[in-house]
């Protein structure tokens, strides 16, 4: 184990870094513009996916209304969560603790805990949620989601183990939420569809004299 802050990190983690880190400030400068901009834009892509996901549940029952309607409740529960995680871990960058060149160009500040990763928590919420509103659509954005959660690795500021428990808790947070919130919301849409029309009174006709 290596020592971390206020807890241990698993030496083969702190390996894998130093491993990727050193093989991202030897890369070809293109490769490190990509994958410093895929850090970023990967969650912007992601977002669009469950866009396009979402609209394509707006046209069928209220079930798939719901889901449409409830579809960026599981990225934000999982951000919220990942936030908090943070708190409690206080695991400090390895960009700070590790003496190795980084292609981020600055590490986060101190306090700007490491574990886990939100842009791996928020990239994994937004793929699964995807998946579970549309197949084709997840099947593009789960291998986006992987590529997010390496990049921060790659550009130096997380562990391997930050962002892989960032993506496996975004996961479970969208599988969890996702049919939790869904199934109420349905029944409310469903119901709204189901109740009458308000009566519209009509004036009285006159007799004829």
């Known amino acids: 184990m290596v020592d ?4 241990d990190v698993p030496e083969i983690s702190a390996e894998w870094y130093s491993d990727v880190v050193d093989a991202a400030a030897g890369s070809p ?3 490190q513009w990509f994958v410093g901009h895929a850090t970023e834009g990967v969650i912007l892509l992601l977002g669009a996916l469950l866009v396009m996901a979402a609209l394509s549940r707006r046209s069928g029952g209220p079930h798939d209304r719901a889901l449409a309607l409830i579809a960026p409740v599981p990225a934000l529960l999982a951000y919220v969560g ?3 995680l943070k708190t409690v871990v206080d695991q400090d960058r390895p960009c700070r603790t590790i003496g190795r060149e980084i292609i981020a160009g600055a590490c986060p500040p101190p306090g700007d805990w490491s574990f886990p990763s939100n842009h791996a928590t928020i990239a994994g919420a937004l793929a699964v949620t995807t998946l579970l509103l549309s197949r084709r659509l997840g099947l593009v954005a789960l291998p ?3 590529l997010g959660a390496f990049s921060r690795v790659f550009v130096g500021v997380h562990y391997p183990h930050d962002v892989i428990a960032g993506v496996l808790f975004g996961a479970l947070v969208a599988v969890v939420v ?3 919130l869904a ?3 349905g029944e409310v849409l469903r119901r709204r569809a189901n ?6 009174p009509k004036l ?3 007799s004829r004299p």
């Open 204 to 206: 009285a006709s006159r």
């Open 183 to 185: 199934r109420p919301t």
């Open 144 to 146: 986006l989601a992987a």
């Open 29 to 31: 400068e293109p490769v």
């Open 4 to 7: 971390n802050g206020s807890i």
């Open 195 to 200: 109740r009458p029309d308000s009566p519209v």
């Open 82 to 84: 990942s936030e908090f």
């Open 178 to 180: 996702t049919p939790l």
